[in-house]
């Protein structure tokens, strides 16, 4: 499949080299910026155009891999070219594509990317929509191209999806920063975390996470809660939550 990809950042940059990599020829990369459109063009040895007006109708598949609020703008200058558009967005709906064209479908793949850490794209878990059966049918096979986990995801249960992957990942991190932090107002490494981190994140591979919680919030333990508070008394953003979160797991674990 000739396919043609909207955008140069994270996703389009994993999205197009995978879709390389099983053999189907990337006909153009398009990006506002022509230095960052070149560097994606380059690897996947297609065209790089920084103006949709040199989009070549020589396609059969424009992925649309930008900023959620640039999708729509985007489809309604792709429609008139009559191939399937689909976009890679976790939180804008089919129906956002399919106020401009009926040869829409969405190919979110589920996964944080950055250009400069290789991913094995095959494990990546790949939710399709379309919208009819025929293009839902086509992404799927496209979809197996790339990767070994290929979900019919419809646009509310995505919605979802999304929300979950900001708790499960965006959230995380940002808390990983927030150890970083605490850790090197004391000259201490944040290496001492990364094993412990792995571990956690390796336990959830095979169990729920209500069943391996730890920690003095799921012991109850009100004295170390008091003492982690206290050394948090010069940042009551931090201590907003911290107990938010151990609220959150001792009722978790009441329930349970």
Same mark, same amino acid.
């Given at each position: @499949?000739?396919?043609?990809?909207?955008?140069?950042?994270?996703?389009?940059?994993?999205?197009?080299?995978? !879709?390389?990599?099983?053999g189907?020829?990337?006909?153009?990369?398009?990006?506002?910026? @022509?230095?960052?459109a070149?560097?994606?063009?380059?690897?996947?040895?297609?065209?790089a155009?920084?103006?949709?007006?040199?989009?070549?109708?020589?396609?059969?598949?424009?992925?649309?891999?930008? *900023?959620?609020?640039?999708?729509?703008?985007?489809?309604?200058?792709?429609? *008139? +070219?009559?191939?399937?558009?689909?976009?890679?967005?976790?939180?804008?709906?089919?129906?956002?594509?399919?106020?401009?064209?009926?040869?829409?479908?969405?190919?979110?793949? /589920?996964?944080?990317?950055?250009?400069?850490?290789?991913?094995?794209?095959?494990?990546?878990?790949?939710?399709?929509e379309?919208?009819?059966?025929?293009?839902?049918?086509?992404?799927?096979?496209?979809?197996?191209?790339?990767?070994?986990n290929? +979900?019919?995801?419809?646009?509310?249960?995505?919605?979802?999806?999304? /929300?979950a992957?900001? !708790?499960?990942?965006? !959230?995380?991190n940002?808390?990983?920063?927030?150890?970083?932090?605490?850790?090197?107002? *004391?000259?201490?490494? !944040?290496?001492?975390?990364?094993?412990?981190? /792995?571990?956690?994140a390796? *336990?959830?591979?095979?169990?729920?996470?209500?069943?391996?919680?730890?920690?003095?919030?799921?012991?109850n333990?009100?004295?170390? @809660?008091a003492?982690?508070?206290?050394?948090?008394?010069?940042?009551?953003?931090?201590?907003?939550? +911290?107990?938010?979160?151990?609220?959150?797991?001792?009722k @978790?674990e009441?329930?349970?």
């Amino acid at each position: @499949m000739r396919i043609t990809i909207i955008g140069s950042g994270n996703v389009a940059t994993h999205l197009a080299t995978a !879709f390389k990599n099983a053999g189907h020829p990337i006909v153009q990369v398009y990006s506002r910026d @022509m230095q960052n459109a070149s560097l994606l063009a380059y690897h996947v040895k297609a065209e790089a155009i920084d103006d949709l007006k040199q989009i070549n109708p020589a396609t059969d598949l424009f992925v649309i891999a930008v *900023k959620d609020d640039a999708i729509e703008p985007i489809a309604a200058e792709l429609a *008139k +070219y009559n191939k399937l558009i689909v976009h890679t967005s976790g939180a804008t709906s089919l129906q956002t594509l399919q106020k401009h064209t009926q040869n829409a479908g969405v190919f979110y793949p /589920l996964q944080t990317f950055s250009k400069t850490r290789e991913l094995n794209f095959i494990t990546v878990p790949l939710c399709i929509e379309g919208s009819d059966e025929t293009i839902t049918s086509l992404l799927n096979e496209l979809a197996y191209t790339v990767s070994q986990n290929v +979900y019919r995801v419809n646009s509310d249960q995505r919605k979802t999806l999304h /929300l979950a992957a900001v !708790f499960a990942c965006n !959230f995380p991190n940002y808390l990983y920063y927030v150890s970083q932090q605490l850790l090197t107002k *004391k000259q201490l490494p !944040f290496d001492l975390l990364r094993p412990l981190i /792995l571990e956690t994140a390796e *336990k959830v591979q095979e169990l729920f996470p209500a069943s391996v919680q730890t920690g003095p919030a799921v012991r109850n333990d009100e004295k170390t @809660m008091a003492s982690h508070l206290e050394q948090l008394q010069e940042n009551p953003d931090l201590q907003a939550i +911290y107990e938010l979160l151990s609220q959150g797991i001792i009722k @978790m674990e009441n329930r349970s």
